[in-house]
Nanobody
Framework: QVQLVESGGGLVQAGGSLRLSCAAS????????MAWYRQAPGKQRDLVAS??????TNYAESVKGRFTISRDNAKMVYLQMNSLEPEDTAVYYC??????????????WGQGTQVTVSS
């Protein structure tokens, strides 16, 4: 099994910054995709940013230029969020896809971390 632990959410004023972290653990052989999603109350879960094993990134239009996704080793992914807006308020989820050493491919989700931006 692969576990994801997120941290870094909280309450911030508009214009402020937060950094989310996600740590993957377990019998991981390789990771080929890491991403952050978010879900606001009453809305669907949407992709915010993603990064592949070779460093290719993708961002939602609404966060381009403000958010940056990065990974510093094989099992950690970050989301630096600057110039936060009230519309960024949501629960943020980490998602990781890859291969384990035992049971093949995996697609794991974190428990979610709340980000609240006040106006």
């Amino acid at each position: 099994q692969v576990q994801l632990v997120e941290s870094g959410g909280g309450l911030v004023q508009a214009g402020g910054s937060l950094r989310l972290s996600c740590a993957a653990s377990g019998r991981i052989l390789s990771i080929n995709f890491m991403a952050w999603y978010r879900q606001a109350p009453g809305k669907q879960r949407d992709l915010v940013a993603s990064i592949t094993h070779n460093g290719n990134t993708n961002y939602a239009e609404s966060v381009k230029g403000r958010f940056t996704i990065s990974r510093d080793n094989a099992k950690m992914v970050y989301l630096q969020m600057n110039s936060l807006e009230p519309e960024d308020t949501a629960v943020y989820y980490c998602n990781v896809k890859g291969t384990t050493t035992t049971f093949g491919a995996f697609n794991s989700w974190g428990q979610g971390t709340q980000v609240t931006v006040s106006s």
